[in-house]
C-alpha cells in the first residue's frame, strides 16, 4: 500500500450513537495520526427502515466531547465529498451496472414471502440456508412464470465455487470466514446495500486501512470479492473485539444504558476517562502496567500487536475508579466548569449562574472534588449549599436514621454553642460543636454526634464534611436548620 494512511469510521444513524462508534474511532484516529495519515467520517445511512434524524448530530456532539474529531466527514467536506452514502446513490449504480455485465451479479425478483418459505423449507430439511439461485440465468418475463415474482428486482452477488475465505488481518493474523450467501448489493429500492456502499466507498475515499468491529469478519470475504472483480486494491483489515458486558454478550444498546454514548455524557463522566478507558479495553502500552494513559501516549505507541484479540470486559467499576482519578487531576477552576452544567440542571443553579452562585461552586469545589466518582453525584452532595432556604427539606431517609427524639437534645446543644459565636469558621464551628457534644460537654462519640447534625443540616446522610460544609451554609442557615430539626426530632 502507497501513500498515506486513510481511514475511516461509518457510523449508521439508527439512534443514539453507541458506544462502539466511540472505541472504533479512537482506535481509527489514533492510528492515523501516528501515521501522519487521515481519519474521515462517513454515514453509512441506507438503512431507511432503521434511520434516525437525529442520530447522526449526536454522534457528531458525542465524539467532538470526547475529542475524537475527523479530517473529513458530511459536516466538513473533503476531497471526496459527499460522506453520506445517501447522497452517493449515483456513484454506486454504474458499479452493480458493471458486475451484473462481467456475469458477478445477477437480478433477483423473488418476493420477500418467497424467501421466507425458502428458508423454512431449508431449516426443515436441515439444508444450509441460502438464496436458492431461482432467479439466475433468467430473464425477467421467464421468471414472471414461476410463483414469488415481484416486478422490481434486487441485484445480488454470484459467490463463486472458490470466494477467498482466508484473509490477513492487522489483529488477528490469519483469519479465515464462512462461505457468503448471494449477498443483495442493490435493494428494490434502489438503495445499495451496506456491502456493496462499503466498498465502493472505502475504494473511492482511497481508504487504506479498514478498522471496525469482529462482528464484520463473516463480511469480509463478500467484500474482498468486489474488490477483486471492480479490480481495486484490497485494504488492509484490522477487526477489532466486541466489547462485551460482564456476562461476556455483546453490548447492546436495549441491555446496557452504557451502550449509549449520550449516557456517559449524562451521567458526568469525563472524555479524558472515557477514552482511557476504551483504550485500555482494547490496548495495551508498551509498559503493559501502565493503566493510565492519555489520547498522544497510545497513538505515538500504536502498535497493531498490542491490540486485544479477546473480547474486553466493559466493567462500569473500572471506569468509575478511572473517572475519579481523572476527576481528581482537574484544576479546581476546571473542575468548577464541567460541575456547572450538572448543578444546572438539577434546577440548583440559574442559567446563567449568579456571581453568589459561582461564588460558592468555588467554595465547595475543594470539599467535593475529591468525594465524587461521576458528575452526576454533585448535586445530591452540594443541595444543602444551592437550595433555597424554604426548599430546604430533609431526606426521609435521614429523618428515619438520624432525627430520633434521642437526636432533639443534640441538635440544641449544638445551636446553643454555634449561636454564641462571633468569629463563623471551619475552626471555630467544629470547637463548638466539639465542646458540646462530644468530652466535656454531652460526652458523645463524634461520629454519633454528627450523624443528627449532619442530616440537619445538609438533609442527607451523605455531605463533604460537616464542620467546612458549615462553614459555607454560614451561621444563620445552620441555626435555622439545627433548630427546626430539633423541633422535628423532639
Ligand atoms: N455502518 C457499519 C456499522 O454501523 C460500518 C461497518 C464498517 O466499518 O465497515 O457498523
New binding site residues.
Given amino acids: 500500500m502507497t501513500g498515506p494512511v486513510r481511514v475511516?469510521?461509518?457510523?449508521?444513524p439508527?439512534g443514539d450513537p453507541h458506544v462502539?462508534?466511540a472505541y472504533?474511532s479512537l482506535f481509527n484516529l489514533a492510528f492515523a495520526r501516528q501515521q501522519g495519515g487521515q481519519f474521515l467520517l462517513r454515514v453509512?445511512d441506507t438503512d431507511r427502515a432503521r434511520f434516525q434524524a437525529d442520530s447522526e448530530q449526536q454522534v457528531y456532539d458525542t465524539l467532538r466531547w470526547l475529542g475524537l474529531d475527523w479530517d473529513e466527514g458530511p459536516d466538513k467536506g473533503g476531497p471526496f465529498a459527499p460522506y453520506r452514502q445517501s447522497e452517493r446513490l449515483d456513484t454506486y449504480r454504474p458499479h452493480v451496472d458493471r458486475l451484473v455485465a462481467d456475469g458477478h451479479a445477477y437480478l433477483c425478483w423473488c418476493t420477500s414471502a418467497r424467501l421466507t418459505e425458502m428458508r423454512e423449507d431449508q431449516q426443515k430439511r436441515k439444508l444450509p440456508t441460502g438464496y436458492d439461485r431461482l432467479c439466475v440465468g433468467k430473464t425477467a418475463a421467464e421468471r414472471a412464470e414461476l410463483p414469488g415474482f415481484q416486478e422490481r428486482p434486487v441485484v445480488r452477488m454470484l459467490v463463486p465455487d472458490d470466494p477467498p475465505l482466508h484473509f490477513v488481518d492487522l489483529v488477528r493474523g490469519e483469519v479465515s470466514a464462512p462461505r457468503p450467501d448471494d449477498q443483495v448489493l442493490l435493494k428494490a429500492d434502489g438503495f445499495p446495500t451496506?456491502h456493496l456502499a462499503?466498498v465502493v466507498d472505502?475504494h473511492l475515499m482511497g481508504i487504506t486501512h479498514?478498522?471496525?468491529?469482529e462482528?464484520?469478519i463473516s463480511?469480509t470475504p463478500k467484500h474482498l470479492l468486489l474488490f477483486d472483480w471492480l479490480g481495486w486494491d484490497r485494504p488492509a483489515f484490522a477487526h477489532m473485539p466486541l466489547l462485551r458486558n460482564v456476562d461476556k454478550s455483546k453490548i447492546s444498546k436495549r441491555k446496557n444504558p452504557a451502550a449509549r454514548l449520550t449516557w456517559f455524557v449524562e451521567q458526568g463522566y469525563l472524555p479524558e476517562a472515557l477514552l482511557n478507558f476504551l483504550g485500555l479495553l482494547g490496548y495495551s502500552l508498551p509498559d503493559s502496567e501502565k493503566e493510565i494513559f492519555s489520547f498522544e501516549e497510545m497513538s505515538e505507541s500504536f502498535d497493531w500487536s498490542r491490540v486485544n484479540t479477546v473480547g474486553p470486559v466493559f466493567d462500569l467499576d473500572k471506569l468509575g475508579w478511572l473517572n475519579g482519578h481523572y476527576v481528581r487531576e482537574l484544576s479546581e477552576q476546571d473542575f468548577a466548569e464541567r460541575a456547572l452544567p450538572f448543578l444546572q440542571r438539577a434546577g440548583l443553579v440559574g442559567s446563567p449562574a449568579g456571581p453568589d452562585e459561582l461564588a460558592a461552586l468555588g467554595a465547595v469545589t475543594p470539599l467535593v472534588q475529591t468525594r465524587v466518582a461521576v458528575l452526576s453525584e454533585l448535586p445530591d452532595l452540594v443541595r444543602f449549599l444551592f437550595v433555597d432556604e424554604e426548599d430546604f427539606v430533609v431526606e426521609e431517609a435521614a429523618v428515619a436514621k438520624a432525627l430520633t427524639p434521642a437526636a432533639a437534645p443534640v441538635l440544641t446543644a449544638a445551636a446553643d454553642a454555634l449561636e454564641g459565636l462571633d468569629e463563623w469558621s471551619t475552626q471555630t464551628v467544629q470547637a463548638a460543636v466539639d465542646s458540646a457534644l462530644l468530652e466535656g460537654g454531652l460526652g458523645l462519640k463524634r461520629g454519633k454526634a454528627y450523624l443528627p447534625l449532619r442530616a440537619a443540616v445538609c438533609g442527607s446522610s451523605i455531605s463533604p464534611p460537616l464542620p467546612e460544609s458549615m462553614a459555607l451554609l454560614g451561621q444563620e442557615r445552620v441555626l435555622r436548620r439545627l433548630r427546626s430539626a430539633a423541633a422535628l426530632a423532639g
Fill in positions: 475511516r469510521v461509518a457510523p449508521s439508527t462502539g462508534t472504533m453509512e451496506y462499503v472505502d479498514v478498522v471496525r468491529g462482528e464484520w463480511s
